[in-house]
């Protein structure tokens, strides 16, 4: 935040820290955003998600918060992440050919109240 960075600038910076991708603004697509406020009651969290439109074709090297792997659509539904991703993000990106989204979640009590703001195509 320090350096006024876009979300675009930010993801192609994050995706070659973490790939090695050189990636350049026409190679993402901006589909949709989740804002959620009080996350587990102790934050607050700004997701800009993007389709890259460039192909890796291996794995890049495990680095200091993880290691990758490639799952299909139907994989995913099994991992073990958060139950709000679930819930937030795949079955919205299953749509993301349907317009822009944003999805604007607040935590009480441990419960997600959702307002949906769409801009379909």
Not at 67 to 79: G, S, V
Not at 97 to 102: A, H, I, M, R, T
Request: glycine share 8%; charged share 25%; with cysteine.
């Amino acid at each position: 935040m320090a350096d006024g960075e876009s979300p675009s600038e930010c993801a192609i910076r994050e995706a070659h820290e973490e790939t090695g991708l050189v990636l350049k603004p026409e190679d993402l697509s901006l589909f949709g955003y989740v804002s959620e406020r009080d996350y587990e009651g102790n934050g607050h969290w700004l997701m800009f998600l993007y389709d890259c439109h460039k192909n890796m074709d291996v794995l890049p090297n495990s680095f200091e918060e993880g290691h990758f792997a490639f799952f299909d659509r139907d994989q995913i539904n099994n991992l073990s992440i958060p139950p709000s991703d679930h819930k937030l993000i795949w079955p919205y990106y299953d749509r993301r050919d349907q317009g822009f989204w944003g999805l604007q979640a607040e935590w009480v009590d441990g419960i997600a109240k959702i307002k949906i703001e769409a801009n379909p195509n």
